[in-house]
């Protein structure tokens, strides 16, 4: 069966049934989203649809926390956790974390109710304290962890060298000798979607930390 799709980027999607293309006689089918190493990638790149179903698999999993929550210890509920429903929101979240908050709002709900039903508490209890308590980071402060492991690589050459030039020093720029000279230049972004991409967002982040972590060899 020939699973090869046709997928057209852009924020204005043309229509692609005028667009025609073949392979070895075949025409290859237009798609608006496709699965590409467990990942499903759409044509606007707002990881509505991959999202959407990393929800669904979580909330199909939570069903296994919420039968056994009241005869099972919380260490193995979190063991269940850590097998079932983390990697799912945990798996390339590097590349998709950065999608419009209103949409990981929805996927965060799902992964609260892990975390409700690990504690064996009501809907209504604060999650907050309870990730704490269970050292489990929701996906905005996973998503920071992630970015932030992708910094301190790029800044001790631990990257491909395709990324050699993706973040520039402030020194690179002009020759004052100013406090800030070590710092990474934050690149102009007028909207909030180039704001979202990891060379802004990984230069903030960057730039936020204390000098003593920035500093620290060790990952």
């Known amino acids: 069966m020939n699973k090869t799709k046709l997928l057209v980027f852009g924020t204005k999607v043309p229509n692609t049934e005028n667009i025609i293309l073949t392979l070895n006689k075949t025409r290859v089918p237009a798609s608006r989203h496709t699965k590409f ?111 932030g492991v992708f910094m301190h690589n790029f800044i001790h050459n631990k990257l491909p060298k395709c990324y050699s030039n993706f973040y520039v020093q402030n020194r690179h720029y002009h020759d004052c000798d100013t406090r800030k000279k070590h710092l990474l230049t934050i690149p102009y972004s007028r909207t909030c979607l180039t704001k979202s991409r990891i060379r802004h967002s990984g230069a903030v982040l960057w730039t936020s930390l204390h000098d003593h972590v920035k500093h620290c060899i060790s990952l």
């Open 37 to 147: 190493i467990g990942t499903i990638i759409d044509c606007k790149l707002s990881w509505k649809e991959h999202i959407s179903s990393v929800c669904s698999k979580i909330s199909r999993r939570n069903g296994v926390l919420n039968n056994p929550k009241y005869f099972l210890p919380q260490s193995t509920l979190l063991l269940l956790y850590s097998s079932l429903i983390f990697p799912h929101v945990n798996y390339n979240l590097l590349l998709w974390g950065n999608a419009k908050k209103r949409l990981l709002t929805v996927h965060s709900f799902a992964a609260k109710r892990a975390v409700l039903d690990i504690c064996n508490v009501s809907f209504t209890h604060h999650t907050g304290p309870l990730f704490k308590s269970l050292s489990i980071l929701s996906v905005f402060d996973l998503y920071k962890y992630h970015l």
